[in-house]
């Protein structure tokens, strides 16, 4: 009775283990998509900056 009780909890251990792994994957997914997008706001906004700045007349001193 005991090894079979064993024997199910490794089983079931085994499938959170599974299930645990999609969920992380998916979720390395997501972070990437959002790390995308993050990127995409940031660049508009310095874009949106530099349309603020040079209609205004403002000069703008970039140092790389």
């Known amino acids: 009775m005991v ?3 064993s024997t199910q909890a ?4 085994k ?6 792994s999609v969920e992380v994957d ?5 972070i990437s998509e959002i790390q995308t997008e993050m990127e995409s706001v940031i660049e508009q ?3 949106a900056k ?3 700045l040079s209609s ?6 970039l140092t790389c």
């Open 3 to 5: 090894a079979r009780s």
């Open 10 to 13: 490794v089983d079931e251990q």
């Open 15 to 20: 499938k959170l283990e599974t299930t645990l």
């Open 26 to 30: 998916s979720a390395r997914v997501r």
């Open 45 to 47: 906004l310095g874009e």
């Open 50 to 52: 530099v349309s603020a």
């Open 56 to 61: 205004t007349g403002d000069f703008i001193s």
